[in-house]
């Protein structure tokens, strides 16, 4: 099935370039062409129905843009490090022209990779370095955190809000910090407890985590991690909590609050139309809830009408520049003025966050 | 830490050992027959998908059970047929059986990503369930939890005390001596290696039906791998290995709950670092002093039989 297509298309692609005229006309001619060829390497695999998953969506937006005029690969579960290398080299050396690297610890390996591909145009997820050939981009999950902080301090019985957590990087610091933050402007002594689970994905640690937390004390329960077993032992126990990357209603029909949904769709097909009309350039995109980079699903009913009325308001803030999650005065958890009265975070800053706010314990 | 944080937190640390003992057990009757089936992780996965696929279908949990159970049997017998009958290499054949599980379960698992089942009932007892501690302790769990004890039990009783069980591990130790006597090493081990299949299939229906009850592509997260240096670390005894699952799941579960108090001054990487390093201090412990070269694998671990004649 596959073969001869790839033939026909390889003789007109070989008719083009010998500067034949095809009788059938451009459009004809252009369909017929080489597919843009394009691969993602997930860290994940594409059914853990949180960030590869919110990924792999973004990926089938592609094809269902542009059709035959591209033929997508993946690479799911490819661990961060040495095998990420490996893995990056193959799909460059298969003659991939985009490929979308979508964790933090692939990093390095694919501006290694770049290098020897100065043809081929890379886009990492979540870095901060970018090179000729390789553009960064990463969505703002904190101004998500930020509602979901003032959620989670405006119901919290107990004061205390659990936080499961994946690997420390600043990523991960600053979605804790955005919670802890935006909690206690409504519930000052409002405590956000960290369980560091050291690992992005593994539903029945996360669900351990979860009922660790509950038993402290805990009452409701957001996440960094990429299944929905947290949320699941949440409803469970009857606590509330917090999706990450889709909408995990589902298995949480009480419980969710809201959850935050990862929206790589349209930056993809952005980032295809550019290499198609050889347009691609070096950028270093940090979008959020403005772009449509995240949004937060529709709200649970354990969320009052006035509270939404309020979350909203954050939102929109947000959305139209008047709120900027971190602004001060900011305090850090050893009581120390971090950002003054007034000032607001640089986005370096917060890349390179490795400090906790007041009120988190962790 | 306070009392009323023990009991939950050893329920917790019960539901962390339970899949880690049903894969174990049934990996250590797999090894006393002397073959070592490295597609542990696989076989999970497959008993998860199939267990989760049946009970969703079907609307019984039981009928998943026995459908994650079968599925495991199906997985072995693809091994046993290679590695026993076709002679294959086992370590090849057993990391294949693996990879192959993932790719399974995850085409067939597809449509049932985002899809919840109601967890796993448990077994309450009127009455006796509602005494303070002890009941939720020991009566307040489902059927794979006491079934991953009564496995234990029985292997224990089989492997020690009966005949056929004596038969096992002769074709573990000594398959030319015990062949040369009239048993069929062959059959024996295919049994054993049926018998890791169903274990490690309702390890895995306990992951999709009550540990996490959902499906999400290997969510087996690796203890298919944990249950196989449990075996090791567990020297080949029944006993060893239920205490080695409580202490792997103790161990876990009690960082988890550390961090979570707060104020401990321990790194959380130290922290997860904790169950490996039992694991070290445990095979250190064990494999000096008074106990020293007391390991004993079976002598025909991994290798094919080949009768002279």
């Given at each position: 099935m596959i073969r001869p297509l790839d033939r026909r298309t390889f003789l007109a692609g070989t008719a083009a370039a010998a500067g034949l005229t095809l009788a059938s006309g451009p459009f004809k001619a252009a369909s017929a062409a080489d597919p843009l060829k394009i691969g993602f390497v997930y860290?994940?695999?594409?059914?853990?129905?949180g960030w590869t998953h919110g990924h792999d969506l973004g990926r089938k937006a592609v094809e269902t843009k542009f059709g035959d005029k591209v033929k997508t690969t993946y690479v799911e579960n490819v661990a961060e490090g040495p095998d990420a290398e490996r893995v990056i080299r193959k799909l460059a050396a298969d003659g991939n022209k985009l490929i979308f690297t979508t964790s933090f610890g692939y990093m390095e390996p694919t501006l290694k990779v770049a290098k020897t591909f100065p043809n081929v145009f890379f886009e990492h997820a979540t870095g901060f370095k970018t090179a000729p050939n390789v553009s960064v981009y990463n969505s703002r999950f904190y101004e998500g955190r930020a509602v979901v902080g003032h959620l989670a301090g405006s119901l919290t019985k107990t004061g205390k809000i659990g936080y499961i957590a994946s690997v420390p990087i600043p990523e991960v610091v600053m979605g804790i910090n955005a919670t802890a933050i935006w909690a206690r402007k409504v519930r000052p002594d409002a405590e956000v407890k960290v369980v560091w689970i050291n690992s992005w994905y593994d539903p029945g640690k996360e669900g351990d985590a979860a009922k660790a937390l509950i038993d402290q004390g805990v009452d409701i329960i957001t996440q960094h991690t990429d299944s929905p077993a947290p949320l699941q032992i949440a409803e469970q126990r009857g606590v509330l909590g917090v999706g990450q990357a889709s909408d995990m209603k589902a298995f949480a029909p009480k419980s969710q609050l809201t959850a935050i949904v990862d929206e790589w769709g349209p930056y993809y097909v952005e980032r295809t139309q550019a290499v198609l009309d050889g347009a691609w350039k070096t950028s270093d995109t940090w979008h959020g809830l403005k772009e449509g980079f995240l949004t937060l699903s529709p709200y649970g009913d354990a969320v009052p009408e006035a509270l939404r009325a309020s979350a909203d308001a954050i939102k929109n803030g947000i959305i139209d520049g008047s709120i900027h999650p971190f602004t001060g005065p900011i305090k850090n958890d050893k009581g120390e003025i971090k950002v003054a009265d007034g000032a607001k975070l640089s986005d370096g800053d917060m890349l390179g966050m490795n400090w906790y706010v007041e009120g988190v314990s962790a | 830490m306070t009392a009323e944080m023990i009991l939950p937190m050893v329920l917790t640390v019960i539901a962390a050992a339970t899949p880690l003992l049903l894969a174990a057990i049934g990996e250590l009757v797999t090894e006393k027959a002397g073959v070592l089936n490295l597609g542990v992780e696989g076989m999970m996965l497959a008993g998860a998908v199939i267990a989760f696929a049946t009970t969703v279908g079907t609307g019984s949990a039981t009928l998943g059970i026995f459908a994650a159970m079968v599925a495991g049997i199906v997985m072995s017998l693809a091994f046993g047929v290679l590695t026993l009958t076709l002679m294959a290499n086992q370590v090849a054949t057993g990391l294949a059986l693996t990879i192959f599980g993932i790719g399974l379960s995850s085409l067939i698992g597809s449509s049932y990503i985002g899809t919840p089942v109601t967890k796993l009932a448990t077994l309450a007892i009127p009455g006796v369930s509602d005494i303070p501690v002890l009941g939720p302790l020991l009566f307040g769990h489902d059927v794979l939890v006491y079934a991953s004890v009564a496995l234990t039990v029985a292997v224990a009783w089989f492997l020690k005390s009966t005949r056929k069980g004596l038969i096992l591990r002769a074709v573990g130790e000594s398959d030319l001596s015990a062949h040369s006597i009239g048993y069929d090493v062959i059959r024996v081990r295919y049994f054993a290696v049926m018998f890791g299949g169903l274990c490690s299939g309702l390890a895995g229906a306990y992951l999709s039906l009550?540990?996490?009850p959902m499906w999400v592509e290997g969510m087996t997260a690796g203890r298919g791998w944990i249950a196989l240096a449990l075996v090791a670390f567990a020297s080949w005894r029944p006993w060893r290995v239920l205490g080695g699952a409580y202490i792997f799941g103790g161990v876990t579960i009690l960082q988890l709950y550390l961090q979570g108090a707060g104020?401990?001054?321990?790194?959380a990487q130290v922290m997860n670092m904790l169950p490996y390093l039992a694991t070290i201090i445990v095979l250190t412990v064990i494999s000096a002093g008074p106990w020293r070269g007391r390991l004993d694998a079976p002598a025909c671990l991994g290798k094919p039989f080949r009768p002279a004649s």
């Open positions: 860290v994940g695999p594409i059914g853990d129905f | 009550s540990y996490t104020g401990i001054g321990v790194p």
